[in-house]
């Protein structure tokens, strides 16, 4: 995984925009805190006295003394459906060399029950450049595209927060998006729907699971985990447990998201994105349902981490140091935004830095103060094993 400096230079430099309109002409180009929930309807607030019990909600405190619950009544949408239908979304597509999904992954998209988007796809320099000519779109919507290619390859983290940072023009919301994946058809709407619960100076990230598919996307290999624990920065710390492929989220959440990162490296924009939102008291919804299909091949960069051999990998990478090596890129970021982080999560950074350098009697006292967890079972005993090791 290669780690993005973030400069202002990254966004402009050796760009050459193009908009591709249905009339074939080339108009000028406009690129001018944590609660959660699981989702099985819109979520709502009530009291944090009301903490659930039930095995199908996920919630959290917020620093105001509220929660969400996954069951609302129909009064407590602040928005209606009407209203909903018209937040605008701009989707940041990170393309490579993937011409052979690319026409599947846009037509998901333009499938979408929310209309009002727009998709900007960002080639990162790929060794046959895009092309859009001779695809033929459902409901020929290739007004809705941008095109912008990169002079050179800087990899995907860099390709991502660049390209979210160019996006000037006014939207409501974000979404960032894979060029192989297939979309499920009420993606946007489930996840504009529990956002819209949220204040919109308020930044607020939502993540989903996905559907594992195979290289053709017609036979379902398996589901991402189901996770159970709460989203916090207490878990992000050494967990990111939202795939950027499923990430939507508000505009508070993407002006946090970028100008955190500006003059600093991170390890990846997804990873980065559900630490600073969460550290910075921000709104973290996780959804238990799948939102798309995630088609395993040949050329994934990530790929599904579902396996016993994916996780063997994760130990052996945690054994040869690998998770340190990020984990000192993340802390150094974090370290130089600790302002706009709460006071709790400020202590938790704190600890967390600290027990890195302790010696293991220490060490362990600190890890348990810090709070920091996993949200599996095996993932905590590999997180244990790391800290009696010194490799986290």
Same mark, same amino acid.
């Given at each position: 995984?290669?780690?993005?400096?973030?400069?202002?230079?990254?966004? /402009?430099?050796?760009?050459?925009?193009?908009?591709?309109? /249905?009339?074939?002409? @080339?108009?000028?180009?406009?690129?001018?805190?944590?609660?959660?929930?699981?989702?099985?309807?819109?979520?709502?607030?009530?009291?944090?006295?009301? @903490?659930?019990?039930?095995?199908?909600?996920?919630?959290?405190?917020?620093?105001?003394?509220?929660?969400?619950?996954?069951?609302?009544?129909?009064?407590?949408?602040?928005?209606?459906?009407?209203?909903?239908?018209?937040?605008?979304?701009?989707? %940041?597509? !990170?393309?490579?060399?993937?011409?052979?999904?690319?026409?599947?992954?846009?037509?998901?998209?333009?499938?979408?029950?929310?209309?009002?988007?727009?998709?900007?796809?960002?080639? #990162?320099?790929?060794?046959?450049?895009?092309?859009?000519?001779?695809?033929?779109? #459902?409901?020929?919507?290739?007004?809705?595209?941008?095109?912008?290619?990169?002079?050179?390859?800087?990899?995907?983290?860099?390709?991502?927060?660049?390209?979210?940072?160019?996006?000037?023009?006014?939207?409501?919301?974000?979404?960032?998006?894979? @060029?192989? #994946?297939?979309?499920?058809?009420?993606?946007?709407?489930?996840?504009?729907?529990?956002?819209?619960?949220?204040?919109?100076?308020?930044?607020?990230?939502?993540?989903?699971?996905?559907?594992?598919?195979?290289?053709?996307?017609?036979?379902?290999?398996?589901?991402?985990?189901?996770?159970?624990?709460?989203?916090?920065?207490?878990?992000?710390?050494? @967990?990111?447990? !939202?795939?950027?492929?499923?990430? $939507?989220?508000?505009?508070?959440?993407?002006?946090?998201?970028?100008?955190?990162?500006?003059?600093?490296?991170?390890?990846?924009?997804?990873?980065?994105?559900?630490?600073? $939102?969460?550290?910075?008291?921000?709104?973290?919804?996780?959804?238990? /349902?799948?939102?798309?299909?995630?088609?395993?091949? /040949?050329?994934?960069?990530?790929?599904?981490?579902?396996?016993?051999?994916?996780?063997?990998?994760? %130990?052996?990478?945690?054994?040869?140091?690998?998770?340190?090596?990020?984990?000192?890129?993340?802390?150094?970021?974090?370290?130089?935004?600790?302002?706009?982080?709460?006071?709790?999560?400020?202590?938790?950074?704190?600890?967390?830095?600290?027990?890195?350098?302790?010696?293991?009697?220490?060490?362990?006292?600190?890890?348990?103060?810090?709070?920091?967890?996993?949200?599996?079972?095996?993932?905590?005993?590999?997180?244990?094993? !790391?800290?009696?090791?010194?490799? $986290?």
């Amino acid at each position: 995984m290669k780690p993005y400096h973030f400069t202002p230079e990254n966004i /402009e430099a050796k760009h050459r925009l193009h908009t591709i309109s /249905e009339n074939g002409e @080339q108009p000028k180009a406009s690129l001018n805190s944590l609660g959660c929930t699981t989702l099985n309807a819109p979520p709502r607030l009530v009291d944090c006295g009301k @903490q659930s019990a039930s095995a199908e909600r996920l919630t959290t405190c917020l620093p105001r003394s509220m929660y969400y619950d996954a069951h609302p009544r129909s009064h407590d949408i602040r928005n209606s459906e009407s209203t909903l239908r018209k937040k605008r979304v701009a989707i %940041i597509l !990170g393309y490579f060399n993937g011409q052979s999904y690319i026409k599947e992954q846009l037509n998901s998209i333009f499938r979408q029950t929310h209309k009002e988007l727009h998709v900007f796809i960002f080639d #990162d320099a790929s060794k046959t450049p895009i092309s859009l000519d001779g695809l033929i779109f #459902d409901q020929h919507p290739t007004s809705k595209i941008t095109l912008t290619t990169s002079g050179d390859n800087v990899g995907f983290t860099s390709n991502f927060l660049g390209g979210l940072a160019s996006i000037h023009t006014e939207f409501e919301y974000f979404a960032f998006a894979d @060029q192989d #994946d297939i979309w499920h058809n009420d993606k946007l709407d489930r996840a504009i729907k529990a956002l819209e619960t949220i204040p919109s100076d308020t930044p607020a990230l939502y993540c989903a699971r996905t559907e594992i598919a195979d290289a053709i996307c017609m036979q379902t290999l398996g589901y991402s985990p189901r996770f159970n624990k709460p989203p916090s920065f207490a878990n992000a710390l050494v @967990q990111n447990i !939202g795939g950027g492929n499923t990430m $939507v989220f508000n505009r508070a959440a993407r002006d946090l998201i970028i100008n955190a990162a500006v003059d600093k490296t991170v390890v990846s924009h997804d990873w980065w994105s559900y630490q600073i $939102v969460s550290g910075a008291g921000g709104c973290v919804v996780y959804d238990p /349902e799948p939102c798309l299909k995630y088609r395993q091949h /040949e050329h994934n960069i990530v790929g599904a981490n579902t396996s016993w051999r994916a996780r063997f990998l994760r %130990i052996r990478g945690l054994l040869q140091g690998r998770f340190r090596a990020w984990n000192d890129i993340n802390l150094k970021a974090l370290s130089e935004h600790s302002h706009v982080l709460t006071a709790d999560n400020r202590k938790i950074l704190s600890d967390f830095i600290e027990a890195r350098q302790s010696s293991l009697i220490k060490r362990l006292f600190l890890f348990k103060r810090s709070g920091i967890y996993r949200q599996t079972l095996f993932g905590n005993l590999g997180l244990l094993l !790391g800290i009696i090791l010194n490799k $986290v």
